[in-house]
C-alpha cells in the first residue's frame, strides 16, 4: 500500500515514462580492423538510438589505427581525399576512438539517427588502402 500521495504520484510518473518513452534501440556493433586493410563489422544494419561500437584492431595489424564514424550518403569508397585524409570537415562527424594499437580495443557510444554512415580509419593514407566500412542506422 502506498503511504504518501507524493510517493504515488512518483511511481506513476515513473511507470508512465518507462510506458511511453520513446522505442529507441540500443544496439552493438562489434567492428574489427584487420590486417588486409579493411574493417569487419559484425552488422551493418542497426536501428536509431544508442549505439555502441566494440572497436579492437587484430594483433597481427603491425599498424596503430582509429575508428571514425562519419553521416553521409555517400558510399564508403567514394569519400574525398586530401593529402591520403578524409577531410572530417566536410561531414558530419559523429565519434571517434583513436590510437587503438595492435591488439587492443576501446568502446564508443554514440546516439545515432536513421541515414547511412560511413566507417574510416583516417590515419593518413589508410582510407584509400581500404579502411572504410558502411553502416545503415534504420528507423
Known amino acids: ?36 586493410n579493411t574493417i569487419q563489422l559484425d552488422t551493418s544494419r542497426v536501428k536509431a538510438g544508442t549505439v555502441t561500437f566494440d572497436v579492437s584492431n587484430a594483433p597481427d595489424t ?42 587492443k580495443g576501446k568502446r564508443m557510444t554514440l546516439k545515432l539517427a536513421p541515414g547511412r554512415y560511413v566507417l574510416i580509419c583516417n590515419r593518413p593514407g589508410h582510407y584509400s588502402m581500404g579502411l572504410h566500412a558502411s553502416l545503415v542506422v534504420m528507423p
Open 62 to 103: 603491425a599498424q596503430t589505427h582509429e575508428l571514425v564514424v562519419l553521416k553521409t550518403d555517400l558510399a564508403a569508397d567514394k569519400l574525398p581525399v586530401k593529402n591520403g585524409q578524409v577531410p572530417e570537415s566536410q561531414f558530419k562527424k559523429m565519434g571517434e576512438v583513436e590510437d587503438l594499437v595492435p591488439g
Open 1 to 36: 500500500m502506498i503511504s504518501s500521495p507524493r510517493t504515488a504520484v512518483f511511481l506513476g510518473v515513473t511507470v508512465f515514462g518507462l510506458v511511453c518513452s520513446p522505442g529507441y534501440a540500443e544496439e552493438t556493433i562489434k567492428a574489427t580492423l584487420l590486417k588486409n
